[in-house]
Structures are given as C-alpha cells and as structure tokens.
T-cell receptor, first 110, second 114 residues
Framework: AQRVTQPEKLLSVFKGAPVELKCNYSYSGSPELFWYVQYSRQRLQLLLR??SRESIKGFTADLNKGETSFHLKKPFAQEEDSAMYYCALAVYNQGGKLIFGQGTELSVKP | KAGVTQTPRYLIKTRGQQVTLSCSPISGHRSVSWYQQTPGQGLQFLFEYFSETQRNKGNFPGRFSGRQFSNSRSEMNVSTLELGDSALYLCASSLGARLNTEAFFGQGTRLTVV
C-alpha cells in the first residue's frame, strides 16, 4: 500500500531551537518525495523535493530508504516558520498523483 | 506569471444539487490535478488530467467527475451533493507529465453543502 505518515499533528518549539518534522512512507517503487508548506491564509506551496537535494529557508530533508523516512530538519527555527507542513509521495500509474501525509502544524514561539 | 486560479472561491449548495468548479492552470502547464481537503481525511487525490486526457483517478464515487479543455483549463463536477462533500477543493498544475516538476496549487474552492 502507498502511504505517507506524519506522526505529529502539532509540533511546538521555541525560536532558535532545532526542528525535525517526521515523515515515513510506504511504497514499493522508487520514491519521489516532497515537502509542501502552507502558511496562514496562503496557498499550498512546494518547500523542497528530495531529487533536488537543496536547502530552502534553512530546511533540509534527506531520503533514508532503509528507514523509509524523509524527515524535514532545520537547525534554528524562526517565528516565520510557523505553518502547516505536508510530506507528499509521488506515485505513477499511467498518470501521476501526490499522496499526502496528514500534516504537521509547526508553531514557533518567541 | 499568473498563478493557478480557481473559481469560485466559496460556494454554498444544498444536498442533492450539483456543482461545477473551475481551475485555470499556469500558462504553459499541461497537467492539472484535483485534490479534496477535509479536516478528517486530509488531502486526497481526485483526478489528474494531461492534454485533455484523464490519466489517473482517485478513490471517489462516480458522482465526482472532471474534464480538461484544449487550453488546459479544467473543471470538476460533483452531482447529487452530500453533506460529506463539504471540503476545500484544490487544483494543482505542473509543467510536465511527471510530478518531479513542481506542482503549483490554487487557493481552492471552499464548498459547503447544507
């Protein structure tokens, strides 16, 4: 079965603290994974994708195929990082679709 | 470059009615996908269109249908509305056939069924 699990509904940290948002996936093929972010009153937008191996706004995510994980990390959280974060898996069967996790709300307190 | 535009932004319908939602993708994007977002189920895939062809369909009843026009604009239709259809419906467009190109989302249409 194809599934994405984000175990934490809410993660609350203080400004300057490290952040790790967990994502685990279940997929028999070669995974393509993404993190999407939704700031308050804004549309869902791509934060990063594993194939790019990039760092956006200080966030990084490493694909660990052995642990089937794609955790999102940032060494020092900022208040403006407060948002909903969704981990997503791209699945292809003729066409393509994104399978989303339930999302983690990150709250960064001053 | 204009983003993905969804109309209308808000809709209130009565049980049993039908509704049509519209999505205009970013210019040049040929792939359009639809998702339903609810507090209980989260984001769930509805369908995906590429060059006017439905290539993929999610696990939704036949009351949910869609189409894509030659200019890549897409519509989705829900017939015989049920209370459980109340949700935020999101449209996403992407440039290529594969999703490793970025999917750009619209702001959604908030459908309330009463």
């Amino acid at each position: 079965a194809q599934r994405v699990t984000q175990p934490e509904k809410l993660l609350s940290v203080f400004k300057g603290a490290p952040v790790e948002l967990k994502c685990n996936y279940s997929y028999s093929g070669s995974p393509e994974l993404f993190w999407y972010v939704q700031y308050s009153r804004q549309r869902l937008q791509l934060l990063l994708r594993h194939i790019s191996r990039e760092s956006i706004k200080g966030f990084t995510a490493d694909l660990n195929k052995g642990e089937t994980s794609f955790h999102l990390k940032k060494p020092f959280a900022q208040e403006e990082d407060s948002a909903m974060y969704y981990c997503a898996l791209a699945v292809y069967n003729q066409g393509g679709k994104l399978i989303f996790g339930q999302g983690t709300e990150l709250s960064v307190k001053p | 470059k204009a983003g993905v535009t969804q109309t209308p932004r808000y809709l209130i319908k009565t049980r049993g009615q039908q509704v049509t939602l519209s999505c205009s993708p970013i210019s040049g994007h040929r792939s359009v996908s639809w998702y339903q977002q609810t507090p209980g189920q989260g984001l769930q895939f509805l369908f995906e269109y590429f060059s006017e062809t439905q290539r993929n369909k999610g696990n939704f009843p036949g009351r949910f249908s869609g189409r894509q026009f030659s200019n890549s604009r897409s519509e989705m239709n829900v017939s015989t509305l049920e209370l459980g259809d109340s949700a935020l419906y999101l449209c996403a467009s992407s440039l290529g056939a594969r999703l490793n190109t970025e999917a750009f989302f619209g702001q959604g249409t908030r459908l309330t069924v009463v």
